[in-house]
């Protein structure tokens, strides 16, 4: 069974840059998703990376503050969010896409955006 | 504002159903079979409960079953048990690689 593990919490000023990551047992071909979950509120998918060839597809409201990249040699996922404001605050979960349902999921990463 | 449309909650008795209801457009959730179903506690990561509109992956309840007609998918939860008292959440593929996810229901077992 295919396992996601993410990276540790993070706190970052309003302005800077997170990058988190998503280390897979395997990629197996399947390409991997980043939602998002404000407190309190519900999901927000923020794109996806295709592990073969790195294709990327970002959803609109994050054009240009986000950028996810691969390491097939450590089955890693990395998305980095620029440029960060208070509304960024929220749990990150990757997650495994098996035919634009996900399957399998990380167990989210914290990152709190407060000066 | 969510792209797809879920009532903020439902509820219902133990062992009866309760049915969720998925609101898309014809771009959507009524162009592709690509339906799926979360469902989260507090704290936790979702789960994959449906996709493709109505399969189930291996290991959950068969009391979990997924539909569609035209622009809206459905989720219902029959035999009502406690432990099924949890957030869910409905995604459908958009097109263009996109996906779309839904408010959330919190469902309430009374």
């Known amino acids: 069974q295919v396992q996601l593990v993410q990276s540790g919490a993070e706190v970052k000023e309003p302005g800077a840059s997170v990058k988190v990551s998503c280390k897979a047992s395997?990629?197996?071909?399947?390409?991997i998703t980043w939602v998002r979950q404000a407190p309190g509120q519900g999901l927000e998918w923020t794109g996806w990376?295709?592990?073969?060839?790195?294709?990327?597809k970002y959803g609109q409201e994050f054009q240009g503050r986000v950028t996810m990249t691969r390491d097939t040699f450590t089955s890693t996922v990395y998305m980095e969010l620029r440029n960060l404001r208070s509304d960024d605050t929220a749990v990150y979960y990757c997650a495994r896409a098996y035919f634009y349902s996900l399957d399998v999921w990380g167990q989210g990463t914290t990152v709190t955006v407060s000066s | 504002q969510s792209a797809l449309t879920q009532p903020p909650s439902a509820s219902g008795s133990p062992g009866q159903s309760v049915t969720i209801s998925c609101t898309g457009s014809s771009s959507d959730v009524g162009a592709y079979k690509y339906v799926s179903w979360y469902q989260q506690y507090p704290g936790k990561a979702p789960k994959l409960m449906i996709y493709e509109v109505s399969k189930r992956p291996s290991g959950v309840s068969d009391r979990f079953s997924g539909s569609k007609s035209g622009n809206t998918a459905s989720l219902t939860v029959s035999g009502l048990q406690a432990e099924d008292e949890a957030n869910y959440y409905c995604s459908s593929y958009g097109g263009s690689h996109n996906l779309l996810l839904g408010g959330g229901t919190k469902v309430t077992v009374l």
């Open positions: 395997a990629f197996a071909g399947h390409a």
């Open positions: 990376i295709n592990t073969n060839n790195g294709d990327v």
